[in-house]
């Protein structure tokens, strides 16, 4: 919904009201509607300030109420699903089941309204969108493709495949971070520690002493005093920044787009979510063609799946593309995603009428590049963590002994 301001003449008074609907065309209706006047002007505008804060409020408490759902229960009714729609049960007969059956709470809620939105008329797939966030765009996808071929059950068994694997990804991928995870969280509380209960000790030593500190001394003094002094501030800017990141990320394009496009650079991040995303998407676009979508209509709907915005911009430029006339070929080649010999496998399914299966052997090089990562994260995380817990006892040794063998040199002479 837009904000549009409305300038009217009324009894040779001038009256301006702020009014919102979907566009300009209804703003003039709905104040034609409401006031008896002359309309003279309509312009889109700015929320008004209350409504930004009401917005910015709710916002706010969705982020701290907002309920997930377990991606298991998800999976397990995404299955239950299939089973029943090839048995021949109606799509509605099956949601409603699955809204008894399943466990989840959040979940019994969306196929209890989805089952509702059903009954009113609405297709499944328009159903399931107010969930989009919660279900997530592969599902809407999937769901789409059932519809429009047909074929409910192999699209709903394909879309159980895809979670379990999402799933599985998502499994292999904090088992692997696990190791640096714990490691950092022990050098962040040894240093805490540290800073908390010994260097204050040293630090009175020093300054009785009134000796010229070097300079990992003063470092490491420097580094005492904000912990000890402003922690908690510390500790509220830390938290803080991560509050107003989420939220921007959800309510920001500007901003999620170049979040997104810095996090294709971050070192090993990159590269995880290159390839996951790649893999996502082909793998989607793979099974649309293989179901006799036209090419335009596949890559909207594969489009869906995609939550980084950078990468969502240039694969959105092959259907462009596409829709000028140009090969499916050239219009992944300039998009410069893909390698060329991944160019030239879908060029000869493009040639020989088997793109679909090009596309599988496409979507198994993403998934094996991102399995590589993963399976080997510890290896790429190592010399970093080694780097770092280096630099921290090397500051240490020499923050504390140096000014020691300063005192020992002095004594001695």
């Known amino acids: ?57 709710n916002n706010i408490m969705n982020m701290i109420t907002k309920k997930t759902i377990q991606m ?45 939105d059903l009954n009113s008329g609405l297709s499944l797939t328009e159903a399931m969108m107010s969930f989009r966030h919660e279900l997530g765009d592969v599902t809407i996808a999937m769901v789409e493709l059932g519809e429009s071929t047909g074929n409910m059950s192999e699209s709903l068994e394909k879309l159980s495949e895809i979670l ?90 500007d901003f999620k787009a170049g979040y997104d496009q810095y996090v294709l650079k971050v070192y090993l991040i990159g590269n995880i979510t290159f390839y996951a995303t790649l893999s996502r998407f082909t793998l989607v676009f793979t099974e649309l063609i293989r179901a006799g979508i036209p090419i335009a209509d596949a890559l909207d709907t594969a489009l869906l799946t995609l939550d980084n915005v950078h990468l969502k911009k240039q694969l959105a430029a092959v259907k462009v593309s596409v829709s000028r006339g140009i090969s499916l070929t050239e219009a992944f080649r300039s998009t410069g995603l893909f390698e060329g010999m991944l160019i030239q496998m879908i060029h000869a399914g493009e040639q020989s009428g088997t793109l679909d299966k090009m596309l599988d052997k496409v979507t198994a090089y993403f998934k094996s590049r991102f399995n590589d990562i993963i399976d080997n994260i510890a290896s790429y995380i190592e010399p970093i963590l080694l780097a770092f817990i280096a630099g921290m006892v090397l500051l240490m040794a020499l923050g504390i002994f140096m000014p020691m063998w300063d005192m020992a040199q002095a004594v001695k002479n």
Request: net charge positive; aromatic share 8%; glycine share 4%.
């Open 164 to 253: 379990e694997e999402i799933e599985e990804n998502r499994q292999k991928f904090k088992k692997a971070l696990r190791y640096p995870i714990t490691v950092i969280i022990a050098i962040g509380i040894a240093f805490t520690i540290l800073m908390v209960y010994v260097v204050p000790k040293f630090k009175d030593i020093f300054s009785k002493l009134k000796a010229d500190l070097p300079a990992p001394t003063k470092i490491l003094l420097f580094m005492e005093h904000l912990v000890n002094n402003y922690g908690h501030i510390l500790l509220i800017v830390i938290f803080g920044t991560i509050f107003i990141v989420k939220y921007l990320l959800k309510n920001n394009e």
């Open 1 to 57: 919904m837009k904000y549009f301001e409305v300038h009217s003449l009324f009894k040779g008074k001038k009256e301006i009201k702020v009014i919102q609907a979907p566009n300009r065309n209804d703003a003039i209706s709905m104040a034609k509607s409401k006031s008896p006047g002359v309309i003279l002007n309509v312009k889109e505008t700015s929320a008004p300030v209350e409504d930004q804060l009401e917005t910015l409020k």
């Open 72 to 116: 298991k229960d998800l999976i397990a009714a995404t299955r239950q699903l299939a089973v029943m729609t090839d048995a021949g049960i109606s799509i509605h007969d099956s949601i409603k089941e699955v809204a008894d059956a399943t466990v989840d709470k959040t979940l019994k809620e969306i196929f209890e309204k989805v089952d509702d």
